[in-house]
């Protein structure tokens, strides 16, 4: 059986693609952070992992004034606010 120039190239692709997957799958986070909001009377706190400091950090302030803000407004304003506490370590 012999394959055209489309369907080596469609192998090619799945094994880059499912050998990606699999990478990124396995090396999992690596970072966890405890980041803490006060928005509102609330003190929120959320714990958080992921591959990059800085969107962990941003994921995590999102996430902490999703249980703090109320309706869009709030929760820009809240995701503007510093945080009251980041706490990082490497996994």
Same mark, same amino acid.
């Given at each position: 059986?012999?394959?055209?120039?489309?369907? @080596?190239? !469609?192998?090619?692709?799945?094994?880059?693609?499912?050998?990606? !997957?699999?990478?990124?799958?396995?090396?999992?986070?690596?970072?966890? &952070?405890?980041?803490?909001?006060?928005?509102?009377?609330?003190? @929120? &706190? /959320?714990? @958080?992992? $992921?591959?990059?400091?800085?969107?962990?950090? /941003?994921?995590?302030?999102? #996430?902490?004034?999703? $249980?703090?803000?109320?309706?869009? #407004?709030?929760?820009?304003? &809240?995701?503007?606010?510093?945080? #009251?506490? @980041? !706490? &990082?370590?490497?996994?």
């Amino acid at each position: 059986m012999k394959l055209n120039k489309a369907a @080596v190239a !469609t192998i090619l692709f799945l094994g880059i693609f499912g050998g990606l !997957t699999f990478s990124m799958i396995w090396s999992g986070s690596k970072y966890e &952070c405890e980041i803490c909001i006060s928005y509102n009377g609330y003190d @929120v &706190c /959320q714990l @958080v992992e $992921g591959m990059d400091y800085e969107t962990t950090v /941003q994921t995590g302030i999102s #996430t902490a004034c999703a $249980g703090a803000a109320n309706g869009r #407004t709030e929760s820009i304003e &809240c995701g503007m606010t510093p945080p #009251t506490k @980041v !706490t &990082c370590k490497e996994l």
